[in-house]
Structure formats: C-alpha cells, structure tokens
C-alpha cells in the first residue's frame, strides 16, 4: 500500500468514527443529515462530532469520570490546541480530529472559527450566568459559528458570490443562534437546577413570566425570519435539510409559546415524532420554510 493509499485508509477509517459518534448520541441529527448529499454529509458529522466530544468535557463524561471543573478546563484546553495543530498538519492520532481538520483544510476554515467555539465551551465552565454581551459571545461561539463551518462545507466548489455568501453567513448565524435560545428555553429548569446556570440576561429561572417567555420567543422568532429568508439560496445539496432543521426548531419554538411559563420548569417541550416526519417528508420534497 503506497503513502497516498494509507492516508485515504486512515481518514475513511477517522470519518467512520466521527459518523459513530454522531449515531451514538443524536438519532434525530443522524437523520436529518440524511438529507445531505452524501460528501457534503460527511464534512458536517466531522464537524458535529468533534463539537459533541468538547461538550462531553465540559457537561457529560468527563464530569461522570470525576474531572474536577480546573482539570475539565485543561482538558479542553489540550483538546483546542490538538484541533489547531491537526488543521495545520493534515493530522492527527485522534480519530475524529482528524476527520474535523480534513473538513477544516478543505471547507477553508481555522482557528478563526475554532478559537470561538473553544471560549463558549470554556465559559461554561466559569461562568453561571450571562449579562448581555457575555450571552452574545457565547451563542456566537457555541452555535453560530458551528453554521458557519457548515456553511463553509455547502459552498465548497460554488462561483465567488461577496453578496450571496454575505447573505448566507447572515442566515446561517441567525439559524445557529435560534437553535441555541430555544434549547436554552427549553432546558431552562434543567441548566439551572442541574448545572446552576442562566443563560438568559436579565431573567430570574425561579420566578420565569409569560412576559419573560414571549420575549425572548420574539427574539427567537426573528431570527428565523431571517434564516428562512436565505434557505433558497443554499445550494441544493444542502437546501433540504437545513429547511427540515428549521422547520423542527419553528415547530418547537411555537409549542413552546403555547406552554405556560411554570410549566416550561416542570417539563421539556418537545415536536412528536409524527410531526417531524411530517416536516421531514416536506423538506424531502422540496419544501422550504417561508420568512
């Protein structure tokens, strides 16, 4: 077997990795990615996968491996450095940074989208609530910056377009911060019972209002509007599941807006299966969300 060939191998074997990762933890992304054309399907588990494991860091295993919140941060502070040099090498001994940072050097992506999302994971580990600016650097680095490495994927190979991929950008961070508030609210009761944390400024989880709620459902509300306003313009190897993603997280949104406020800390709202396949089976053929 020449290098080439032994490269190829290792990287097929690395994306194989990442795909399990993404399989293990998350049916519902699992499936819709199914709407991804297949290349461009693979890029975006690369993505997601390592983005799953710094999360594991920060609220899952390593907390269950007894990792106290100082050895947890260097943790990922190793993990961060380890994704920058594996971009720049075209390497790594850890399986699914190296599918992460195949994706990084071919979508044209750095640590000028990594660095980011390494500080909005690092923040969960210092900080328990947010004042406005603060809650603006996390969910750029948690969420819109994870649209915007997809988004580097979908337009692989297109025409040069400043105004088009301008447009784009715009839509995906405001599709990636959606999603982030709504499972902000969501989780609302969990974050702060669990993990003591308060993402939303201004917002006392104990005493939660309608008003409260409403709030940020517009503010939720409007960043849809303005993805779903750029969705024509994805390519189409990318155009159907993004409409499904966002389809779901609109049908979310508004069950949540018809669920009390004291009931939103006593449950967690969620779209039934027969109503994401519905959504699913739109998307599929070619639905897209209006603005």
């Excluded at 994805?234 to 155009?239: E, F, M, Q, T, V």
């Excluded at 009931?263 to 998307?283: E, H, M, T």
Aim: some cysteine.
């Amino acid at each position: 077997m020449t290098s080439p060939e032994r490269l190829a191998l290792y990287t097929r074997v690395a994306e194989r990795s990442a795909s399990t990762v993404i399989a293990g933890y998350s049916t519902s992304f699992r499936a819709a990615s199914r709407l991804l054309a297949g290349d461009v399907r693979q890029h975006v588990e690369n993505i997601y996968a390592l983005v799953r494991i710094a999360d594991e860091i920060v609220d899952g295993a390593a907390e269950d491996a007894r990792l106290d919140r100082e050895t947890a941060a260097q943790a990922l502070d190793e993990l961060e450095r380890d994704t920058a040099t594996a971009i720049e090498r075209g390497y790594s001994a850890n399986l699914v940074l190296h599918a992460f940072a195949g994706t990084a050097r071919q979508a044209g992506f750095g640590t000028e989208l990594t660095a980011p999302f390494y500080a909005s994971m690092r923040m969960d580990l210092t900080r328990a609530e947010h004042d406005a600016e603060s809650f603006e650097r996390y969910v750029y680095g948690s969420a819109e910056v994870v649209g915007l490495m997809c988004l580097r994927v979908f337009e692989r190979g297109r025409p040069a377009d400043p105004a088009r991929t301008a447009r784009l950008e715009e839509g995906a961070r405001r599709l990636g911060a959606a999603f982030q508030k709504v499972n902000f609210l969501r989780d609302l009761a969990a974050d702060f019972e669990a993990l003591g944390r308060s993402y939303f400024p201004g917002v006392d989880v104990a005493r939660f209002t309608e008003a409260d709620k409403h709030r940020i459902l517009d503010d939720i509300d409007a960043d849809l509007h303005a993805s779903a306003a750029t969705i024509p313009e994805l390519p189409a190897s990318a155009r159907r599941a993004v409409a499904l993603a966002q389809g779901v997280f609109t049908e979310l949104a508004e069950r949540i807006r018809r669920t009390p406020a004291d009931q939103l800390l006593r449950s967690r709202v969620r779209v039934p299966d027969p109503v994401k396949l519905r959504i699913a089976a739109a998307a599929a053929a070619g639905w897209v969300p209006k603005p």
